[in-house]
């Protein structure tokens, strides 16, 4: 079943933070966040398995909060590079394969 | 590192042709995917292969058909197009159900 992301589209500026969720109907297993640029291919980010807390990626990091069956996306500082649309990509089984969210579209503006 | 690469990288169709893309990795990956992309509905699978000579049927399948003769290449066909599978065409691969999707360049499709 798709996740949920929210929300569907921010504007930044340089500098400011933001936060992306990703929730599940289901218990999750694994949760992976992807960036894609316009028109380029999703590039991937970050994998959070069941157990797994939080992780860090330069200024980007997300948390994996099994009791909500949700991860967040945090993006702290933010630079005009980060632009994009942030897709979760979530596995409640760890045995089918991955259900994308309809994503974020993020825009960082000077 | 070549990793993904799909062909062709533009089509155009009419209404009722047939075509293929092709898809090949070179990390040895097991799994393979084809996804579709429209605006605003995030990206959808169609089919996927779990090993060399498997195929599985993922969300929107209905109207393409796959095939994983060699593990390295996945083939997505379009026996009759029709306007709706206007579209950009994603491959991936992973080593493993969990583990990260490579995606290839993609592939812009328009049936008119």
């Known amino acids: 079943q798709q996740p949920v992301q929210s929300p569907q589209a921010v504007i930044l500026r340089e500098g400011e933070d933001a936060v992306i969720n990703c929730s599940s109907s289901?218990?999750?297993?694994?949760v992976h966040w992807y960036r894609q640029k316009h028109g380029e291919a999703p590039v991937f980010l970050m994998i959070?398995?069941?157990?797994?807390e939080q992780k860090g990626h330069d200024k980007i990091s997300a948390s994996f909060n099994e009791k909500k069956q949700q991860s967040s996306l945090y993006l702290t500082a933010s630079q005009l590079s980060y632009s994009g649309t942030y897709f979760c990509?979530?596995?409640?089984?760890?045995?089918?394969?991955?259900?994308f969210g309809k994503g974020t579209r993020l825009s960082v503006i000077a | 590192n070549a990793g993904v690469t799909q062909t062709p990288k533009f089509r155009v169709l009419k209404t009722g042709q047939s075509m293929t893309l092709l898809c090949a990795q070179d990390m040895n990956h097991e799994y393979m995917y084809w996804y579709r992309q429209d605006p605003g509905m995030g990206l959808r699978l169609i089919h996927y292969?779990?090993?060399?000579?498997?195929?599985a049927k993922g969300e929107v399948p209905d109207g393409y058909n796959v095939s994983r003769l060699k593990k390295q290449n996945f083939l997505l066909g379009l026996e009759s197009a029709a306007p709706s599978q206007t579209s950009v065409y994603f491959c991936?691969?992973?080593?493993?159900?969990?583990?990260?999707?490579?995606f290839g360049n993609g592939t812009r499709l328009t049936v008119t």
């Open positions: 292969s779990v090993g060399e000579g498997t195929t």
């Open positions: 991936a691969s992973s080593q493993g159900v969990v583990s990260p999707l490579h």
């Open positions: 289901k218990a999750l297993y694994s």
């Open positions: 990509d979530i596995n409640n089984s760890g045995n089918t394969p991955l259900v």
């Open positions: 959070l398995l069941k157990g797994g």
